[in-house]
C-alpha cells in the first residue's frame, strides 16, 4: 500500500509564506506524476499545481507567481512553496500521487489534507 503524509499548514497572516510537504512511502517502484489540491469551505475541490516526473509543472491560473512546486524524487517527496498568501487561500490543500507500486501495480492516492488558515 501507498501513503502520502502532508504536512506544513497552519495559520498565517495575509502576505506570509508556508511550505508544504507530502512525504510517499510504501512499496514504491516509480512515482509519476504528483500534484496539490486544494478545497475551500462550501466548494468542490481544485487543483493547484502538479508536477511530472522530469519536473514539467502547471499552476492554477489564480496561484501563478505565488506558488511554487517542487519535488525531490529520491525522497519520495513534493513540496508546496506558498508566497504571498491571501485568505481565499486558506482551504485544506491535499496532496496526490499517481505512479507504480509492487505486485499492485498503478496506484492513485490521497494524502489526508493540511488545513491552511490565512487570516489576520
Known amino acids: 500500500q501507498v501513503q502520502l503524509v502532508e504536512s506544513g499548514g497552519g495559520l498565517v497572516q495575509p502576505g506570509g509564506s508556508l511550505r508544504l510537504s507530502c512525504v510517499a512511502s510504501g512499496s514504491i517502484l516509480s512515482i509519476n506524476g504528483m500534484g496539490w489540491y486544494r478545497q475551500a469551505p462550501g466548494k468542490q475541490r481544485e487543483v493547484v499545481a502538479r508536477?511530472?516526473?522530469?519536473?514539467?509543472?502547471n499552476y492554477a491560473d489564480s496561484v501563478k507567481g505565488r506558488f511554487t512546486i517542487s519535488r525531490d524524487n529520491a525522497k519520495n517527496t513534493v513540496y508546496l512553496q506558498i508566497d504571498s498568501l491571501k485568505p481565499e487561500d486558506t482551504a485544506v490543500y491535499y496532496c496526490?500521487?499517481?505512479?507504480?507500486?509492487?505486485?499492485?501495480?498503478?496506484?492513485?492516492?490521497w494524502g489526508q489534507g493540511t488545513l491552511v488558515t490565512v487570516s489576520s
Open positions: 496526490k500521487a499517481t505512479g507504480v507500486v509492487a505486485v499492485q501495480g498503478y496506484f492513485e492516492v
Open positions: 508536477i511530472s516526473s522530469g519536473g514539467s509543472t
